[in-house]
């Protein structure tokens, strides 16, 4: 668009504006408003959670916090992060976050490439295979003794060696390989590169888009799930964040405990600052809420295109 | 001028993290409350670094003081990274290439450490154990990533060390000092003279030991050389005393003692790799060698290496426990390990990475394939004919016997193609029980110890039979691959074996009476069958210089597939649960089958009834909610379509779609402060209103008052906004000119809206509408799961939460194949379901939606 045409835009805009009816008028008005109050309903929550984290514990605890941060202190983030298991917690979530999204989105992307060639052998065969597998599921106890069969109950690799092969990311990745000029393949053939290195160099830098997207999915999903840790951990190794956040919700006593023994004699006197087990819980959530905070605004504008190219055939 | 700044930050981060606590101390309790109280709670890195082994309370526990903690390593890791950091802010040519290097040795140290510390923890100490915690590792972290971020800042401008010549020099010279690194104690073993009854006993046993000398399998023999001199005799017998405060029980120590050496593994592990990184040292250094061989060597010998190392120093195996006494005496406390098997296994893979990147710089063609291509598919064809011979020769079945009527096993005989070559299966066969308790078939009417030798006698005549000729078809097809000669016939041959193989699986697993023994295939036998059809697959192109393109292409797919295989269609065969009373730790053949008996106890067992109806009520009520209210997020993306202001509309778009990406635990933690009883904001605002009167204590969240409604909310919450982008996608996607020719007809807004954007969402809304229709059943259980309590749990259990929680989430229950039972239907209805969906989608808009 050069710019003489978009200052006609802007014009035509101006030209609308005032050309308002009274009806679009209160339409207008009723309909920010709705937005306004859906958007806030959305955001309030983890508003309210923040404040309720950042003051005066003994003021949460009356629940005299409800818009505004009062006694304002970081004491409870400091604590939390003493308690037993949470650093290895984190730890655990990162490294299924990074681990399982490299692992998913290298497999999917590379199988996605392979089921677009043609000259496969069988290929519909092995393409339908999987493409099936979307469609039917063994049931909660088949998957959970087959794992237990393979030697997967309480080891860390359960997080990210099943996820290889996700039917729905390798469709999005052949529909968008299949939409990409094959000329530039071909030349790269005739240049002597076999299927890796055509993978590597050629497709690999063309379908980023639909890569981002699925790293988001991917990443986002290996850090909210919590079911899997819930009943592939019976001996309690590999917790993640998420599964403590549930655990600590279900098990208030324990969580008192746990308070009492991260409390510095210190941190004891001072009842502003004394952690309860309301203030562990909230603060934990909001430890699991951040990062998602943090990388939410940089990969927001990859949800739009990759479910646009997910709804031209799912 | 590049922005270093990300470099400091993570240089200082790195020196944050020696602040945190890094190991986390469990003192004993024999040692007494005060002794104990002297002990930190925990220990930083920092602690670490400054006063060494000083950190623990020595005058009390003097044995501790051997566990020292490397703090030089430590320091200089400090000092190096300080100076990577400086070097990194000059510059000046070759001053990022020297921070790098200075960066990579700072991770080295820090790596060393934290191995050598965690290594420290994971050991079994009877007076601390330590168990080290994640801030052990951030250093190590943050230099690499620090590392990565100058090797990406030298990338825009001179890259580092770029002819191959230079990094081929650098990893032979890593290697040699690898190899030197392995003359280095490993051990130093230090045996106070208070716990032996003569000092000189004391002395005789203190020594420090290198990788060589374990290599060599010199490692002293503490136990024998012990009893030999009997100083441990004196210890136990003696001094007893003073070590038996460090432990619960007496007999743990002299355990200990009375378990030898067993590290013919660990030994030809560090063999391997010792010759082949002397190997790839000699190689490197060599101008006209294929680089591929050296760096294949290193690599090899690294993971060799590290494999080595841990089980050099990992103290408490699964199987051996006190593999070596030298470790024991560390472990109590009497010696000391140094991180020089770690510092060994870094220099390998530093030479390897190195080797590595001096291939990826190389101006001439670094692979020469040494096999011609003529003769490469053959290569492949006979090493997969050999692999096959000897998985032939490895054990092929196991049969584990046990009394009539009783599922404990009695005993396992594993039989192997040796056997069979022997022809001495049958012997191993032959009263395997009569050892462990004379005969127990004896008095069994019909199940004699003779009807049992005799039907296992049969077994293993077959076996015999059936190996000997696999190996010979095998070998024959082998001889003609190496002769060149008549590929048809080789294929053959391998196809023969291959179906003997499967008839040996057969005879193993179906021949014997199940009363009494259950025989089964091993790993082997499996892997022997594998192998063999790709033995066949190839000998069919040996001919060629290169594999057709398809098969090629298959090929690279089989790893998908077998991953598809295993965790997707496998679990298919736990469908077979369903038809069996099935039992925790009994193998599938001894499970009692019970037919449809979990399909019928569904409807026919009154309890059973009752609650398969409250669920399924459960399900479609809270299902058919989401459904009927499906057309929200289009009605939502409509209306936001009419707002004109791209940023207004942008800022709704994101701030809506972000509850799509919390999970449902973290849904449930906002939903437990929003609605707390009496304190949170809800209870406050019904307050304030007059809803409700002041500390009425109402249970807003967990009660099962209109559970179904308050799932629909949250569900809604959640998926609202991010349901809409979809519609506001195919919004976009609606011709303008419809809207333009609607305006010049002198349509109004609400007209637009009606007749054009409507009918163009409708299609999407269609599609969508059928896919959850065919989804009704499997609502998820994490929502349902988080939000469950005692109180509402009559009304909020959906059909997956059921499954879950009469199983998992009950241990020790015997419901599992009724849940499998219960999985199979919905499974089935819910394909049934799509399927009809489908077929209504294409009779109505002629488009399938699959």
Redesign the interface.
């Given at each position: 668009m050069t710019v003489r045409e978009n200052k006609m835009v802007k014009e035509n805009?101006r030209k609308?504006k005032q050309k308002l009816s009274r009806?679009?008028v209160i339409?207008?008005i009723c309909?920010?408003t709705?937005?306004i109050l859906?958007?806030l309903?959305?955001?309030f929550?983890?508003y309210?959670?923040f404040i309720?984290t950042i003051s005066d514990n003994e003021m949460v605890?009356?629940?005299q916090i409800?818009?505004i941060p009062k006694g304002i202190h970081f004491e409870n983030y400091v604590q939390v992060m003493k308690i037993?298991g949470i650093?290895?917690a984190?730890?655990v979530s990162v490294a299924r976050t990074v681990l399982g999204t490299v692992w998913t989105v290298g497999?999917c992307a590379f199988?996605g490439y392979?089921?677009t060639?043609q000259?496969?052998?069988?290929?519909k065969v092995?393409y339908r295979?999987?493409i099936i597998?979307m469609?039917?599921?063994?049931?909660?106890?088949?998957?959970?003794?087959?794992l237990r069969m393979?030697g997967f109950l309480d080891n860390f690799w359960v997080y990210v060696?099943?996820g290889?092969?996700s039917p729905y990311n390798v469709i999005l990745v052949k529909t968008f390989i299949e939409g990409l000029p094959p000329s530039l393949e071909e030349s790269a053939t005739l240049d002597g590169a076999g299927?890796?290195r055509v993978f590597i160099s050629i497709i690999m830098p063309l379908i980023t888009p639909i890569l981002a997207t699925l790293c988001i999915f991917s990443a986002?999903g290996q850090?909210?799930?919590?079911?899997d840790t819930m009943?592939l951990m019976p001996s309690g190794k590999f917790y993640t964040l998420?599964?403590l956040?549930?655990k600590y919700?279900n098990e208030a006593s324990s969580l008192a405990a746990l308070v009492r023994n991260a409390q510095d004699a210190n941190a004891l006197a001072n009842i502003s600052t004394k952690q309860t087990a309301l203030s562990v819980?909230?603060t934990v959530?909001m430890v699991?809420?951040f990062p998602?905070l943090l990388v939410?605004?940089f990969f927001?504008r990859y949800?739009?295109k990759g479910?646009?190219i997910g709804?031209v055939k799912? | 001028m590049k922005k270093k700044w990300p470099i400091l930050l993570l240089a200082v981060l790195t020196l944050a993290m020696f602040f945190?606590p890094a190991v986390?101390l469990h003192v004993h309790a024999q040692l007494g409350e005060e002794t104990a109280a002297a002990f930190p709670s925990s220990l930083s890195l920092w602690d670490m670094m400054t006063k060494g082994s000083k950190c623990l309370p020595l005058d009390l526990v003097p044995q501790m003081g051997y566990l020292s903690f490397g703090s030089g390593l430590l320091l200089a890791g400090c000092i190096l990274l300080i100076l990577g950091c400086i070097a990194s802010l000059i510059e000046k040519r070759g001053c990022a290439q020297a921070s790098i290097a200075l960066t990579a040795c700072a991770a080295a140290c820090f790596g060393t450490e934290a191995l050598h510390i965690s290594n420290l923890a994971s050991s079994l100490m009877y007076t601390v154990l330590f168990t080290a915690?994640?801030?052990l590792?951030l250093p190590l972290v943050f230099t690499a990533a620090m590392l990565i971020l100058e090797v990406v800042f030298l990338k825009g401008g001179k890259v580092l060390l770029q002819d191959d010549r230079t990094l081929r020099l650098i990893s032979g010279v890593l290697a040699v000092i690898g190899l030197l690194v392995m003359l280095l104690p490993v051990y130093t073993v230090s045996v106070p003279e208070t716990i032996t009854a003569s000092p000189a006993d004391a002395k005789a046993l203190n020594r420090s030991t290198n990788l060589y000398a374990i290599m060599m399998g010199n490692e002293p023999n503490l136990y024998t050389e012990a009893t030999s001199q009997s100083v441990y005799a004196d210890i136990l017998s003696g001094d007893m005393l003073e070590l038996e405060k460090y432990s619960a029980d007496a007999n743990n120590i002299k355990g200990i003692f009375t378990i030898r050496n067993n590290t013919t593994t660990m030994n030809a592990y560090l063999l391997g790799g010792a010759v082949l990184l002397a190997l790839a040292a000699v190689l490197a250094f060599i101008g006209k060698v294929d680089r591929w061989f050296p760096v294949a060597f290193q690599w090899v010998a690294a993971i060799l290496l590290a494999v080595a190392s841990l089980s050099v120093l990992t103290v408490g195996g699964q199987n051996d426990m006190y593999a070596s006494a030298s470790r024991q005496l560390v472990t109590l406390g009497l010696g000391a390990v140094t991180p020089v098997p770690f510092l060994a296994v870094l220099c390998a893979l530093g030479s390897a990475l190195a080797g590595t990147m001096g291939i990826r710089y190389a101006n001439e063609p670094y692979f020469v394939n040494p096999i011609p291509a003529a003769s490469r598919l053959r290569f492949v064809a006979v090493v997969l004919a050999v692999v096959s011979i000897a998985c032939i020769i490895l054990p092929a079945g196991t049969v584990s016997f046990s009394k009539p009527g009783k599922n404990k096993v009695q005993a396992a005989v594993e039989i192997s193609g040796v056997d069979a070559l022997t022809f001495s299966s049958a012997g191993k066969l032959a009263d395997p029980v009569t050892s462990k308790g004379a005969a127990v078939y004896e008095e069994e009417g019909d199940f004699s110890a003779k009807v049992v030798n005799e039907a296992t006698g049969r077994m293993a005549g077959t076996y015999n039979i059936l190996t000997w000729l696999a190996l010979a078809l095998t070998v024959a097809g082998l001889v003609l691959l190496l002769l060149r000669k008549n590929r048809k016939l080789g294929i053959a041959l391998f196809l023969a074996a291959l179906v003997l193989r499967c008839v040996t699986w057969l005879v193993m697993t179906y021949t014997l009476p199940k009363e009494v023994a259950v025989g089964s295939g091993t790993l082997w036998l499996y892997l022997s069958m594998l192998v063999l059809v790709f033995a066949a697959f190839f000998t069919n192109f040996v001919e060629l210089d290169e594999l057709p393109?398809?098969?090629?292409?298959?090929l690279?797919?089989l790893p998908?597939?077998v991953?598809?295989f295993?965790?997707?269609?496998?679990?298919?065969?736990?469908?077979s649960?369903a038809f069996y009373n099935y039992k925790f730790g009994v193998s599938m053949d001894q499970q009692e089958f019970v037919g449809l008996k979990w399909f019928t106890e569904m409807f026919t067992n009154e309890a059973n009834r009752v609650n398969i109806f409250r669920v399924l009520k459960n399900t479609f009520g809270m299902s058919g909610l989401n459904l009927l209210t499906s057309w929200l997020p289009m009605i939502?993306a409509i209306?936001?379509n009419?707002?004109?202001q791209t940023r207004?509309k942008k800022?709704?778009q994101?701030?809506?779609?972000?509850?799509n990406?919390?999970?449902w635990?973290?849904v449930?933690?906002?939903a437990?402060?929003?609605f707390?009883m009496?304190?949170?904001?809800f209870?406050?605002f019904m307050e304030a209103i007059g809803a409700v009167p002041k500390d009425s204590h109402i249970v807003w969240l967990n009660s099962s008052e209109h559970i179904w409604l308050k799932m629909w909310g949250w569900n809604t919450?959640k998926g609202?906004?991010w349901g809409a982008?979809?519609y506001?996608?195919?919004i976009a996607g609606i011709d303008q000119e419809l809207y333009e020719a609607a305006q010049v007809d002198g349509a109004?807004?609400w007209h637009k809206m009606r007749y054009i954007t409507l009918p163009g969402l409708l299609p999407?809304f269609f599609?969508l509408l059928m896919?959850s229709i065919s989804n009704i059943l499997n609502n998820g259980?994490?929502q349902y799961?988080?939000f469950q309590n005692p109180m509402n749990k009559n009304s909020i259990e959906v059909l997956?939460l059921y499954?879950?929680n009469i199983?998992?989430a009950s241990r020790g229950t015997t419901l599992?194949s009724y849940?499998?039972a219960?999985?199979?239907l919905?499974?089935i209805v819910?394909?049934t379901l799509?399927f009809s969906a489908n077929f209504a989608s294409k009779k109505l808009r002629g488009e399938s939606?699959?």
């Open positions: 805009h609308n009806g679009d339409f207008n309909n920010y709705v937005f859906i958007t309903a959305c955001i929550p983890f309210y959670l309720n605890r009356l629940g409800q818009l037993d650093i290895d984190l730890f497999g199988l392979l089921v060639k000259e496969m052998w069988l290929r092995w295979l999987i597998t469609y039917f599921s063994a049931g909660l106890i088949p998957w959970y003794m087959n393979l060696i099943p290889l092969v299927y890796t986002v850090w909210n799930s919590f079911t009943m998420q599964f956040l549930y919700q819980r909230m959530a699991v809420t998602i939410y605004p927001q949800f739009v479910i646009m709804a799912g | 945190l986390t915690s994640a801030p590792f393109k398809k098969y090629k292409l298959f690279m797919m998908f597939l991953a598809v295993l965790f997707s269609y496998l679990p298919l065969y736990g469908w649960y939502f209306f936001l009419e707002i004109t207004f800022f709704v994101i701030f809506t779609t972000l509850p990406f919390i999970s635990a973290l449930f933690s906002f437990m402060c929003l707390a009496d304190t949170g904001i209870s406050k919450w609202l906004g982008i979809m506001l996608a195919a109004n807004r999407t599609v896919l259980m994490e799961l988080v997956d499954v879950y199983t998992i599992y849940a499998t219960i999985g199979i919905k499974t819910s394909v799509l939606i699959m």
